[in-house]
């Protein structure tokens, strides 16, 4: 393909990109019936294979704007102790557990910008870092907004895809390149291609854990920042084709990176052509028509530690449950009933259908938040909470049935 093709291409995905951020989710189109995962009812489950079954979450709470959402589409979250952080297209709003209300702010409250993309919390000091989609970068403490922007800080663009908080640093990833505030000395470090392994400058996300630091990078795949030593690695699809992966398994399955997360040694990607797993020596693809996962195109990943991870995809969510029997378990909402449905497979085989009477309340989702036992999703179309009573790690004989 030769430079003015591959240049049309990124120029189409970017837009298409834009559209998803905009448009509610509509540019995606719910799964039909023929691209449901093929499925006995329930009731009619395959036999369960003697290493057991994973936990399958069946209680499922929606909430909306009627519950107090200042938007339903949901772009971040953040869970921190008592209270859930939520951004959204028209505000910021926090869930208090504790007595289950919502509190939201807008730009008449003193919000810098009506679009919240991205959150991360300090656990030092309690303050909420907010990205926001084209209005920079907001600090929300003891009730106030503080804002950073391209002209009062070393902000490098006020499009915003992800922030992180790591020790006294705050990480915003732009899509012209990354910045970093150290919130002891004041001091801006910009990346760019100048000065990181971009070959592209256009952030997509960030995550911090562990003493790293990872970016998704659009076109460049995952860089990876080592905090102690300040050096850059970066990771790239080998075989170098922006249409197909040729080699199974020998790296990342694409340079359009939309998420990172990174936890017990494992880190996490999700791509728009497909998701991946490294454990730092060997990396492992997944792919829709192999694996429990309802799309290749990946909004956001999350990490709950080695064996398990939740893929937000513009289809549903596709969840590796356990990585050494590579179990997964598929949720998605049918459009015309909006009853649920969780599917259980192992590699691409059946093993168990749940027919649920909620599940997740849009199929186009954007963010995933693990939050003790309990599970947090941002979709176009409201905000769910999974609750995890009884969650159990890996893979159990037992058989489970969904509550009624």
Known sequence: MDTRMVSLLR????IGMLGSLLNHGAAADEPSSAEQVAAPQTGTDAAAPSVGLPFVYTDWTHFTTKDGLPNDHIFAIKAFGNKVWIGTENGLACY??????????????????????????????GDVWLGMFGGGLARFSGGRFD???????????????????????IWAATTAGASRFHTVTKKWTIYTEKNAPMEEIWNYGVSANDGKVYLGV???????????????????????????????????????????SYIEKTLWVSTYFGMCRYDGRNWRGYYKKETGLPSDFGNAVKGRHSDEAWYATDRGLGVV????????????????????????KRGPEVIKTFDLDKCI????????????????VGTSKGLAL??????????RAEQQTPLP
């Not at 120029?11 to 970017?14: F, P």
């Not at 289950?100 to 009506?114: A, C, H, I, N, V």
């Not at 449950?321 to 259980?344: L, M, N, P, Q």
């Not at 999974?386 to 893979?395: I, Q, S």
């Open 147 to 169: 804002h950073f922007h391209q002209l009062n800080s070393g902000l490098v663009n006020d499009v915003v895809y992800g922030v992180a908080v790591q020790d006294n640093y």
């Open 11 to 14: 120029l189409a995905l970017a």
């Open 386 to 395: 999974a609750k995890g009573e009884g969650y159990y790690r890996g893979l």
């Open 96 to 125: 208090d557990k504790r007595t289950g209300k919502f509190q939201s702010w807008g730009e008449k409250d003193g919000l810098p910008f009506q679009v919240v993309s991205a959150l991360d919390v300090d656990p030092k000091t």
């Open 321 to 344: 449950t356990d990585f050494e029997s590579d179990t997964w378990v598929t949720y998605t909402i049918d459009s015309d009933t909006h009853r649920g449905k969780a599917v259980v």
């Open 218 to 260: 659009w076109g460049s795949g995952v860089l990876e920042f080592d905090v102690a030593t300040e050096r850059w690695k970066d990771y790239l699809d080998p075989d170098g084709e922006m249409e197909i992966d040729l080699y199974r398994d020998d790296g990342i399955v694409h340079v359009i990176t939309t998420g990172t």
């Open 361 to 376: 309340p849009h199929n186009y989702t954007l963010w995933v938040e693990i939050d003790g036992n309990d599970v947090w």
